[in-house]
Antibody
Framework: EVQLVESGGGLVQPGGSLRLSCAASGFTFSTYSMNWVRQAPGKGLEWVSYISSGSTAISYADSVKGRFTISRDNAKNSLYLQMNSLRDEDTAVYYC??????????WGQGTLVTVSS | EIVLTQSPGTLSLSPGERATLSCRASQSVDSSYLAWYQQKAGQAPRLLIYGASSRATGIPDRFSGSGSGTDFTLTISRLEPEDFAVYYCQQYGISPMYTFGQGTKLEIK
């Protein structure tokens, strides 16, 4: 089955760090670019970060630039998001998402990150 | 940065009716870069339409997309009970790479 499974979410204090993981299966992960997209509670979708298949191209939303780092391990079929200096406004469900070139073709079920003291 | 504005915010219709959802861009968008997603409560989004008018794999033909320039439309010809959800339009760009509209909630009347 083609799927993406996120993990690593949880409760963290403002200023803290968290590392999200995404395990891909059912397709050739190493040939696809990937993204992280988040959704604050009751709100819409916000693109967070992109990484190309070979990690040569990386992009971030302005809201997370300098604080979040995207990476991948093609040997482990895994995508990561290192989140530092977390803020209240980073509270959201974080989705791992497979890139289709100009749209997102596959989404994971998401992992909830709550930033609160 | 291109801003996508969706209307209406909420659309109340009955099963069997026709739904018309609008997505307006703050500047002209290449229609190849316009997509629509459906998100049901508690679920991840699902790709419906890409390239403004092409249906994604497995999407029923009651879903159709149209438009160009700054105005795009998602039409559901005859609503089924499972179609009641939130719908997002999305534009592909450079920075940010993906921009989403704020969503239209399609609810049962």
């Amino acid at each position: 089955e083609v799927q993406l499974v996120e993990s690593g979410g949880g409760l963290v204090q403002p200023g803290g760090s968290l590392r999200l993981s995404c395990a891909a299966s059912g397709f050739t992960f190493s040939t696809y670019s990937m993204n992280w997209v988040r959704q604050a509670p009751g709100k819409g979708l916000e693109w967070v970060s992109y990484i190309s298949s070979g990690s040569t191209a990386i992009s971030y939303a302005d809201s997370v630039k300098g604080r979040f780092t995207i990476s991948r391990d093609n040997a482990k079929n895994s995508l990561y998001l290192q989140m530092n200096s977390l803020r209240d406004e980073d509270t959201a469900v974080y989705y791992c998402a497979r890139d289709g070139g100009i749209m997102i073709t596959l989404w994971g079920q998401g992992t909830l990150v709550t930033v609160s003291s | 940065e291109i801003v996508l504005t969706q209307s209406p915010g909420t659309l109340s219709l009955s099963p069997g009716e026709r739904a018309t959802l609008s997505c307006r861009a703050s500047q002209s968008v290449d229609s190849s870069y316009l997509a629509w997603y459906q998100q049901k409560a508690g679920q991840a989004p699902r790709l419906l339409i890409y390239g403004a008018s092409s249906r994604a794999t497995g999407i029923p033909d009651r879903f159709s997309g149209s438009g160009s320039g700054t105005d795009f439309t998602l039409t559901i010809s005859r609503l089924e009970p499972e179609d009641f959800a939130v719908y997002y339009c999305q534009q592909y760009g450079i920075s940010p790479m993906y921009t989403f509209g704020q969503g239209t909630k399609l609810e049962i009347k």
